[in-house]
């Protein structure tokens, strides 16, 4: 079974940096395209990064483009989102996802990250 764990969120000021990684466990992999989606308060989940199979392919929400970059690392069945220069609006739960193909997609419990001065 499609098992996905996330961490790294945490509190910090605008201008600041998080690191979030994602550990999947369960299926192999490298076959799937893992992306990265948040969900402020009051408002829908929206896509922030999609990094394709095996790799490359890599695409951004056009608020974090310049800012976020999205990884993974196959031997490590982890997918990272490097953020930098964050920004108050960037608050939000992110969520980590999985998908192969049309197959209804796994999701990670989600972790909170939190941008304020």
């Known amino acids: 079974q499609v098992h996905l764990v996330e961490s790294g969120g945490g509190s910090v000021q605008p201008g600041g940096s998080l690191r979030l990684s994602c550990v999947g466990s369960?299926?192999?992999?490298?076959?799937?395209?893992m992306s990265w989606y948040r969900q402020a308060p009051g408002k829908e989940r929206e896509l922030v990064a999609f990094?394709?199979?095996?790799?490359?392919?890599?695409r951004y929400a056009d608020p974090v483009k310049g800012r976020f970059t999205i990884s993974r690392d196959n031997g490590k069945k982890t997918v990272y989102l490097q953020m930098n220069s964050l920004k108050v609006e960037d608050t939000a739960v992110y969520y980590c996802?999985?998908?192969?193909?049309?197959?209804?997609?796994?999701w990670g419990q989600g972790t909170q990250v939190t941008v304020s001065s």
């Open positions: 996802k999985a998908r192969l193909g049309a197959k209804t997609p796994s």
């Open positions: 369960g299926f192999p992999f490298t076959l799937y395209e």
């Open positions: 990094i394709g199979s095996p790799n490359g392919n890599m």
